[in-house]
């Protein structure tokens, strides 16, 4: 029993990062054929971060906030990729109807609120709508990711005060990249161990290896429980890596062909497939039908982004006020 | 009708909306035990409790954002920024945060939250704490802007605000909130974009909102000796603007003075200016003035620091100049 369990588990997860891994590879490919502009964050090498995560939640009380490099996150949340597509190639049937783009994915009946742009800037809204949902008193948490640039935001340090003096109900999730943008953060971090940062307001810090998933669900799953129980604030640490630049812009050369090809060796995707294979979960055969099914989601969404509508011009002046 | 104060007419509207409606909160420095920094907050704490009104650290940047998350997520959330000059801290989350959140989620989300404090110059308290920023607010689309000048428009516009759906920035002044007026003891609500005219005149229509209304109407009834009867148009809502009011005012009067205690350069007033002299430039008689703050940091001297303000003398000058009798 347990063990079909942790099958079931194992596949989802698989799937879920793989679906993020192709997206990704497409909405790269598509950056290239100028199909996508602008800025161009993406999550490939960190998705066992959000999906180990998300996993963990339940989506019908919880909420989730991320920055900039939205994508994964998003669909981790259970978006579905035609409209996130679709909102990289700024169409109408887009998830923010095109007026957002990469760095603003929405979904707020899913409780995915954003895809924010500004560097930290999403650290207080989280709090926000913990407040929000003690208020309520649904039992839900806030769960806000954000990466190692942001934790020298004064937003950051103003926060995460408030969150531990009025005990909101909300996990900071610092996923460390080792780069904010082209800067090592080890250059700029008078404190490296980020878990000191958290528990230098009395919240009680984690930290955890953010490529291997199984450990992400794990570490989550009882903070989470322990958040419920207790109604307190908690903070994550998780260590991952990006493979691509910071941004579409970025050929990412501050950092060593050795450095990457370390991470590499620790891909997430690649380390949960091995692991599940050792374990007899999948083999070769199931782990090509299943990233086959995941290639055929992404191409539909990208018919879907080709296919859809321009907006209308009358809808620049839409949606500014309620 | 009963007298009361701006600062009564401001806590009254809180109180009444708090009691009305349990998704709003009030939230900033001071707030809750010391019973708000001006005393507008007085008394809340004691009946809607710690949950309710809610005393921050000295932290504008992350209680305006949490104001604003918690709007997002279904509250209605007043934040009171002790004065306007500490807004500036916060002013990333209000300009990327509450007033884009709608535009660049394509409308999924609206976020009814108030801001609110005094705006404006005080006495004696130099150039960091004795601003006038009413410009910077208006200038970003996704905001809604109000200023009141009587206690019986605070009351009204501040129940309005509350109630929005969206972000509003709402303006009241350090000078303003021993004011008395008479405030209805019924209900009533101040609905956005519509200017009030304090006086009616003929030959000159004066243009402002906030604190120089008083001014202006100084400043009427000392023109009135000399047989100049001017419009005074207190604009309330400054975004929206009620642009028809100003338009049937303009075209009566032929003549136009705008004045605004912010800076000149890209102002209320120099929009406001602006919009006359496209809209009404056949009707004009005269050059439409501009009364405003000096064009400098305020200084602490008192005598310095009044003449850097527009006053009734100004507004005086101002009309005698595009006015002859």
Redesign the interface.
């Known amino acids: 029993m347990q063990d079909t369990e942790n099958k079931t588990l194992q596949i989802r997860l698989l799937k879920r990062m793989l679906l993020i891994r192709r997206f990704e590879e497409a909405a790269a490919r598509m950056y290239g054929l100028r199909k996508i502009g602008g800025f161009c964050h993406l999550y490939i090498g960190q998705e066992a971060a959000a999906v180990g995560v998300i996993e963990t939640l339940d989506m019908k009380k919880d909420?989730v906030l991320t920055a900039y490099r939205d994508h994964g996150t998003a669909i981790a949340c259970g978006m579905e990729c035609g409209p996130l597509m679709a909102e990289l190639y700024g169409k109408e049937s887009?998830?923010?109807?095109?007026?957002?783009g990469s760095m603003?994915f929405?979904?707020?009946k899913r409780h995915f609120?954003?895809?924010?742009?500004?560097v930290g800037?999403?650290?207080?809204?989280?709090?926000?709508?913990?407040?929000?949902?003690r208020?309520?008193k649904s039992g839900g948490c806030a769960v806000c990711f954000f990466g190692d640039g942001a934790i020298h935001q004064?937003?950051f340090h103003?926060?995460l005060?408030?969150a531990k003096?009025?005990n909101l109900p909300v996990l900071y999730i610092c996923e460390n990249n080792r780069y904010g943008m082209g800067t090592d953060y080890r250059r700029v971090s008078s404190v490296t161990d980020f878990k000191a940062a958290g528990a230098s307001y009395g919240i009680e810090s984690f930290s955890a290896n953010g490529m291997d998933v199984l450990e992400v669900c794990g570490i989550t799953a009882g903070i989470i429980k322990k958040m419920r129980s207790e109604n307190t604030p908690a903070f994550l640490e998780l260590k991952t890596y990006r493979y691509k630049g910071h941004s579409m812009s970025d050929p990412a050369r501050y950092r060593s062909r050795e450095e990457l090809d370390h991470f590499r060796d620790q891909d997430p995707i690649v380390m949960l497939r091995a692991s599940m294979e050792k374990d007899g979960y999948i083999n070769e055969e199931q782990f090509k039908k299943i990233d086959a099914e995941v290639k055929k989601v992404v191409d539909d969404s990208l018919a879907f982004a080709e296919e859809s509508a321009q907006p209308s011009p009358g809808s620049l002046y839409?949606?500014?006020?309620? | 009708m009963a007298v009361i104060t701006f600062r009564e007419a401001l806590r009254q509207a809180i109180d009444e909306e708090m009691e009305r409606d349990g998704d709003v909160i009030i939230l900033g420095e001071e707030v809750a035990q010391y019973n708000g920094a001006y005393k507008v907050t007085q008394g809340l704490l004691e009946k809607y409790g710690e949950k309710r009104v809610i005393d921050t650290p000295i932290s504008e940047e992350g209680f305006t954002g949490i104001g604003i998350g918690a709007a997002m997520a279904g509250l209605r959330p007043v934040v009171e920024w002790m004065t306007f000059n500490f807004s500036l801290q916060a002013l990333d989350q209000v300009y990327n945060n509450a007033a884009k959140m709608r535009y660049m989620s394509g409308g999924q989300f609206s976020v009814p939250v108030v801001f609110r404090g005094p705006n404006g110059p005080a006495e004696f308290l130099a150039a960091q704490h004795s601003q006038a920023l009413q410009s910077i607010y208006c200038h970003c689309p996704g905001l809604l802007v109000m200023a009141p000048s009587t206690p019986a428009d605070a009351k009204g516009m501040l129940k309005t605000a509350i109630r929005n759906n969206n972000p509003v920035v709402f303006l009241e002044s350090e000078l303003m909130y021993g004011l008395r007026g008479e405030v209805p003891e019924k209900e009533y609500l101040i609905p956005f974009g519509s200017a009030d005219i304090k006086r009616y005149g003929t030959d000159v229509t004066i243009i402002t909102f906030s604190k120089p209304v008083k001014m202006a109407l100084d400043a009427a009834t000392e023109l009135s000796k000399n047989g100049i009867e001017a419009e005074v148009i207190d604009l309330r809502s400054l975004r929206p603007l009620d642009e028809q009011t100003i338009y049937n005012s303009v075209k009566k009067t032929n003549r136009c003075v705008v004045v605004d205690e912010a800076w000149p350069y890209a102002s209320v007033g120099s929009h406001v200016a602006f919009l006359v002299s496209s809209i009404c430039f056949d009707y004009m008689d005269a050059p439409i003035q501009l009364v405003c703050g000096e064009d400098v940091p305020m200084p602490y001297n008192h005598e310095l620091e009044l003449a850097a303000q527009p006053s009734a003398a100004k507004i005086v000058e101002a009309v005698r100049g595009i006015v002859s009798n």
């Not at chain 1, 800037?121 to 949902?133: D, E, K, Q, R, S």
């Open positions: 909420y887009g998830c923010s109807r095109g007026k957002g603003h929405f979904d707020r609120f954003g895809g924010n742009g500004i800037a999403h650290i207080p809204l989280a709090a926000g709508v913990g407040m929000a949902v208020h309520r004064g937003s103003e926060t005060n408030m003096i009025w839409e949606d500014i006020l309620a």
